[in-house]
Structures are given as C-alpha cells and as structure tokens.
C-alpha cells in the first residue's frame, strides 16, 4: 500500500474541519507535511471523483464538495490508492517445473485480493466525519 491514501484522508479531513474555507495546496501540505506537488497530485484525484472543488488564483485553492459523513474510505481508497495492497514484485517463475516456484505468486494474488477486499470492506464502515470527530475527541 501507498502512502496517498493516508495523505488523501488527512487532507479530507483537514477541509471537513474548515468547512467552507478554501485551502491552497501550501497550507494543506503545511498541515499534512508533505511537499505541495504531492498533495496537489492527490488532490487533483480527489477532484476528479467529486470530493473537493478547486478555485485558481488568489484566494484559491480546495474546498470539501461532499458531505465529511457520506464519503466512506472506501470511497476514498479506490480513488487513490485501489491496487496498491499487491507488491509489484513477482516472486519465482511460473516455467520452472518446481511447483512452488511455478505456483506461488498466484497464491500470492489471490492472498492480496482477497486482503485488499476485506481491508475495502473494513473501509466502508468509516467515513471522513467519523475520521474527524475521532480525531476532535480524541484516539
């Protein structure tokens, strides 16, 4: 797994915090600590699946365009970081006669997809309000 998701979650939750406020990719990245490209890379994500508007120019910047207690991290997951539970290693070699060398990365397929559907499902059950008031009232 990536790090986007966490970073895509937390800026969310930043925005849901500051409801109608418009925050620059600066004060999101100051917030998040993490470099401004990366955050309006994940941010142009968020934008593209209708979680956060953008203004450009002074005064721009992101805004919360949904309900903080609709968008699950489900939601939030597939828009930014679905797939990324798999490692993009390949382990052995499915020519080799050896059984376990031929045999073990679909194993390992079928173990993460079938992780990464569990961890969708734990997911579904959180959305970014509960993310935010967890974090208000504390762990």
Known sequence: ?????TIAVH???YLA????????????????????????KIMSSLRKSGFVKTKKGIGGGYILDCSA??????????????????????TGDPKQDCPISSNTQAVMDQIF????????????????????NTIKSGP
Not at 22 to 33: F, G, P
Not at 114 to 132: P, W
């Open 69 to 90: 207690h609709e968008v699950t991290l489900t939601n939030v997951y597939r828009a930014v970081s679905f797939g990324t539970m798999k490692p993009n290693w390949i």
């Open 113 to 132: 997809c079938e992780a990464e559907q569990q961890f969708v499902n734990y997911l579904e059950r959180k959305t970014i309000g509960a993310v935010l």
């Open 1 to 5: 797994m990536n790090s986007e998701f």
């Open 11 to 13: 800026c969310l939750v």
């Open 17 to 40: 915090y500051l409801p109608d406020h418009m925050a620059s990719s600066e004060e999101i990245s100051r917030n998040v600590c993490a470099n401004p490209a990366r955050i309006r």
